[in-house]
């Protein structure tokens, strides 16, 4: 399923993070919003093209330090009107504690909060209309994981319950996370959490694969560059290696191993993030 096809700029799941953080924003009456993420950040990129089509200020709190000139990501963020604050890594830890947020309004003024990577309950809710789209019937659902909340919404989702995804299918799917970052344990904890605290019902089984990191976040190897330029030829689907190129990298090594049963209908949900590719160009020419 291609949600990175959705808008040349708010693609993938971003947006449907997005999408009711941006109406509850609107609904409060703000007019400013604010969150929080790495210098290739896919979710500060949407949301200042989001800012920008639906007219609100962004401001982008960004870890690190600033670099001259801004990468693609920023620049893009600032050419949409995102005003960026660059943090140290230890202050950036401090994201949820209400004492940094006080001082970022003392600074910044009146804004809505959306958390790191959209992850909050809006951004599940939107999440859980990704399955409306998704034609045809299947067996497993593949996907990448950050934060778990696109998995936490796609679990959460009344969709399977419907009438026409029943005609389609008996049973839900069994949703299959595979894990960017490194860490054992600590996603399945926290998806658990996200639907804990959204009171939304799962509906599906699911699991978080922790096994094709490679590394960590936005680390690579050599043959994940490779399996995504040979997946990239013979597909035309682009990949990233962040996200995309780790899960379908992580399918095809887990089909081979027959984890599972034959004739599996296996759907992948690509997430988007191709904006993310040009610091890897940068850094591997
Ligand atoms: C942000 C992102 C994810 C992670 O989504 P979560 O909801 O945080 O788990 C996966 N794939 C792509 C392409 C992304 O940009």
Redesign the pocket.
Known sequence: MRT?LLHPELS???WY?LKYNLQAARTSGFSTLLSFGGAWS??LHALAAAGRLFGFATIGVVRGDSETPLNPCLQDAVANGMRLVFVDRASYRRQQEPAFIDSLRRQYGHFYLIPE???NLA?MQG?AEIPAGIRGAYDHIA?????????AGLVGSAWWLTEEWSVKALTPPRIL?FQ?LKGRGYLSAEIQRLLRNSGMKGHCRWSVNEDYHFGGYARTKPELLAFIEAFERDTGIPL?P???GKVLYGLQDLIKRDFFPRNSRILFV????LQ?RRGFRGRND
């Open positions: 990175d993938g799941n971003k993070k896919n979710h990577g959209g992850a951004g999440c996907l990448a994981c950050g934060t778990g909340t696109t998995l996370g960017a990233e962040v996200y995309s690509h997430g988007g993030g993310g």
